[in-house]
């Protein structure tokens, strides 16, 4: 892993990092407020429907979410943050979740990953039972990045998509379409080794634009994997590595110049 590229400015706003685990048999509004009572010096940013589980199906299938039935009210999911939304965390029935937002200093997968173990070990005590471990051993782990890459430095604006991202070309179609004023877009890879699909590597690239006129592209990188018997902490760091590497292969050399790219 300290092989992996690295930039002087990378465009980094935020890391979020996840854990799935098998759920717990219930979690509404008394376990949300239990949670959030755990979280000192945290403010409720609000407490909403639980996201549906991630599902990543083997390449070629196409499976629906995954219904999971508890008892009691609908599942809520609880979100809480500290010190001026730096830090932001995420409760539900079988999710927790930590993400750090750019303030001063640029976020980092170093300072998000211990933070979701405290996130976890906080809401285990509020609840009175382990998570991330039997019986709530973690099924899935996602990492997210996401970037917002500004107009202006290296590119001048949303025409010219391709001189950030390498599956843009500068001929788009046939004339009269061979330009386009803005483009979307969005892809994924399939993670396998040794033959066994262990996950994906999703990039999706949307065109910002303001009223003052300020254009920029958000690039969201989610690398997600099935933990099964493997070491927790070694599969988040198999995320943060596929982000790294995919973050770089799919953008061009001319905007790693110009983000200090160091190695």
Request: aromatic share 6%; charged share 25%.
């Amino acid at each position: 892993m300290t092989d992996l590229p690295d930039y002087e400015r990378p465009p980094v706003v935020e890391v979020a990092v996840a854990v799935q685990f098998v759920p717990l048999p219930q979690f509404g509004m008394r376990e949300a407020v239990a949670v959030s009572r755990a979280f000192e010096g945290w403010d409720v940013v609000d407490v909403l429907p639980a996201l549906e589980p991630m599902v990543e199906p083997p390449p070629g299938h196409v499976v629906a979410p995954e219904l999971r039935f508890g008892l009691g009210n609908p599942p809520v999911r609880v979100i809480l943050s500290s010190e001026g939304s730096h830090w932001v965390a995420q409760v539900q029935q079988d999710r927790v979740a930590a993400h750090e937002r750019k303030i001063a200093e640029r976020p980092s997968f170093g300072n998000v990953s211990p933070q979701l173990a405290n996130v976890a070990a906080r809401a285990a005590r509020a609840l009175d039972t382990p998570l991330l471990d039997e019986p709530h051993r973690p099924e899935m782990v996602e990492v997210v990045y996401e970037n917002e890459i500004l107009a202006g430095e290296g590119w001048r604006d949303l025409s010219e998509m391709d001189q950030v991202l390498r599956v843009f070309s500068d001929a788009a179609g046939a004339e009269p379409y061979e330009a386009f004023e803005q483009a979307q877009i969005g892809f994924a890879y399939s993670l396998i080794e040794d033959d066994r699909f262990l996950g994906r590597l999703r990039v999706i690239a949307d065109p910002q634009a303001d009223p003052s006129g300020s254009q920029s592209i958000h690039l969201r990188l989610i690398s997600r994997r099935i933990v099964d018997n493997h070491d927790l902490d070694s599969v988040l760091e198999q995320c943060h590595a596929d982000i790294v590497l995919g973050f770089t292969a799919v953008t061009t050399e001319r905007m790693h110049e110009i983000w200090g790219r160091k190695k």
